[in-house]
């Protein structure tokens, strides 16, 4: 078997194919469904990994931990020397925990991680979200005109998590600075300069944890946090390590995915007003639109697996040790699953068998609170601004990461009533 199958030579789109470029950033599906057509499992000769686009191959991935390992899904450079006493397990979420773990380790962890996030513990955060969401709102109705990214889509999830885990409210500046931090180290592309500094600032977050454990396992509180440190299973809890490693994926699960999901939402209702129209005509489509939104533009383009050993995927060969680059966004597109992929359709039959939250062992944990911020955010900002719409000409900047996919800015505007 070899890394460089002579298939996806064939097409020069696939073999020029380049993951970073911003043409391809800002709109990746007409490639993807090139990729269905001609070789649904390719080589990505300038990233170095495979990607799979088609619907069955990318599930039949995810269900298939023992050839397509997690272990090795979270890759990042080593820890700077000089920062390696005050992270002595590496960066935080490049721990085993949640996301970079097999069964039956994972198992074990994702079974107390659960315990700490159960429909019972989301439903009674719907009051908090509400007046977290509404207090945003207020502090920009007036103005007719704002960049939701910055005002509504980043703060609301940050406080949200933060509340959870019982972070203290005079933290949230770093813990909003140390969140970003956690996600840019996905991206391959972080200068050494830049690269040194989410370093420092894993650091921060990984001493702030540890004090919070050490005074969650003397004094525990009603927060996740606590649940993390004193949940376990057959009488063994999770490690401190672990409880970074989960808090810290945490972070980005429940944060910077949910600032991309808010994004991509409006702009995708908003770039054409019936949408929206039809929305608030029937507020019973808030939730089947939310769904459509998480199918068409997923704020997750895909997480990585390392095979175990040689497999046969999608026609290609994969040799053992090969990178897999599983593309939910483009099997949310398979034209042999979803009729009319690049319609947006909130009453199609097979709405929620897109894959925006994984599928398998690795389902997401947080899926449940991330639909209700947005199903909330959603329904308070079309009561609370009437008229609403996109800014015309606006430069939209699209993240360089193959794992998210969303806007770092948009800016919307509304009518202001005039008393």
Partial sequence: MTNHPEGPQACPALRDYDPF????????????????REAPVFYVEKAGFWAVTGYEEVLEVARDPETFSSRESLNFRPVPEHLRERLPNGFPQGYPSLINSDPPEHSRIRKIANQTLTPRHVAALEPSIREIAGGLIDEFAGDGRVDIIERFAIPLPVIVIARILGVNEQDLEDFQRWSNAAFLMSNPNLTDAEFEQCAAEHAELNGYLL???????????????SRLVHEEDENVRLTDAQITSVTAQLLIGGNVTTTDLIGNMMLTLLSEPERLGGIRADTKLIGPAIEEVLRIKSSI??????????????GAALPAGATVWLVWGAANHD????????????????????????????????????????NIALELLI?????????????LVYPASPVSQGVDNLELEWTVPPW
């Fill in 21 to 36: 470029d911003p043409g391809h950033l800002a709109d990746p599906y007409p490639l993807w469904r090139l990729a269905q």
């Fill in 211 to 225: 004090e919070r454990i050490a005074e969650r396992r003397s004094a525990p509180r009603d927060d996740l946090l």
């Fill in 301 to 314: 383009r895909g997480l990585f697996r390392t095979t175990t050993r040689e497999v046969e995927l999608g």
């Fill in 335 to 374: 034209a042999g699953v979803f009729a009319a992929p690049e319609d947006f359709d909130p009453r199609r039959p097979n709405l929620v068998d897109h894959l925006s939250f994984g599928k398998g062992t690795h389902f997401c944990i947080g899926a449940p609170l991330a639909r209700l911020e947005v």
């Fill in 383 to 395: 009561e609370r601004l009437p008229g609403l719409g996109l800014v015309e000409g606006q430069q």
